[in-house]
């Protein structure tokens, strides 16, 4: 079982940054892929970016590429996702993700992960 716990979302204006924290429960965190999605009211729950265990790929909806970077540290059991140049648009709540499956770093699918946080949100003002 792994546990996710979410932070560092808040408010802030258009053009600003912010980065996210997920921090993980659990020794078998080097051995899981990770990944960001985010909900908008009244829109599906979205793919945002994932990680290989390693770190060494990584994959982003293109939304969000060139803006944002997803990276871990596994000595911390912690992932991070880097937003900069941040837009209204990227207004949701942002949810962790854990999977086992390696897929999960080339897919956009919310049902290769196996874990979910609570969810921490973010608003970007115009």
């Known amino acids: 079982q792994v546990q996710l716990v979410e932070s560092g979302g808040g408010l802030v204006q258009a053009g600003g940054s912010l980065r996210l924290s997920c921090a993980a429960s659990g020794r078998t965190f080097s051995r899981i892929n990770m990944g960001w999605f985010r909900q908008a009211p009244g829109k599906e729950r979205e793919f945002v970016a994932a990680?290989?265990?390693?770190?060494?790929?990584?994959n982003y909806a293109d939304s969000v590429k060139g803006r944002f970077t997803i990276s871990r540290d596994n000595a911390k059991n912690t992932v991070y996702l880097q937003m900069n140049s941040l837009k209204p648009a990227d207004t949701a709540v942002y949810y962790c993700?854990?999977?086992?499956?390696?897929?999960?770093?080339?897919?956009?699918?919310?049902?290769?992960?196996?874990?979910w946080g609570q969810g921490t949100q973010v608003t970007v003002s115009s």
């Open positions: 990680i290989s265990t390693s770190g060494s790929s990584t």
């Open positions: 993700a854990a999977a086992h499956s390696t897929w999960a770093v080339h897919s956009s699918t919310r049902g290769v992960y196996d874990y």
